[in-house]
């Protein structure tokens, strides 16, 4: 059965940093684009960034560009989000999902991060 699970998140001054992480179980990992969202309270989901299959190709929001950094390790089943400069604005739960044809296919159940203002 697939599976995901966030953690890493938490809460962290403005300017901090945290490193959030997405193990993946129950499907073929390495296959699958991937895809970092977000929801902070009371609104939509929000795209944060991709990474392609092999890792080799990252996409970010202009929001997120220049402070993030996604990366993936195969070998691991595993998805990351470095995080740094964090702002209120990045209050928000974070969630993973693999990708198909620009289609979430399933999530996990997030990790909450909190930047007070």
């Known amino acids: 059965q697939e599976q995901l699970v966030e953690s890493g998140g938490g809460l962290v001054q403005p300017g901090g940093s945290l490193r959030l992480s997405c193990a993946a179980s129950?499907?073929?990992?390495?296959?699958?684009?991937m895809t970092w969202v977000r929801q902070a309270p009371g609104k939509g989901l929000e795209w944060v960034s991709d990474i392609m299959s092999s890792g080799g190709t990252t996409y970010y929001a202009d929001s997120v560009k220049g402070r993030f950094t996604i990366s993936r390790d195969n070998a691991k089943n595993t998805l990351y989000l470095q995080m740094n400069g964090l702002k209120p604005e990045d209050t928000a739960v974070y969630y993973c999902?693999?990708?198909?044809?620009?289609?979430?296919?399933?999530w996990g159940q997030g990790t909450q991060v909190t930047v007070p203002s």
């Open positions: 129950g499907f073929t990992f390495d296959s699958y684009r």
């Open positions: 999902a693999p990708i198909y044809y620009r289609v979430p296919l399933y």
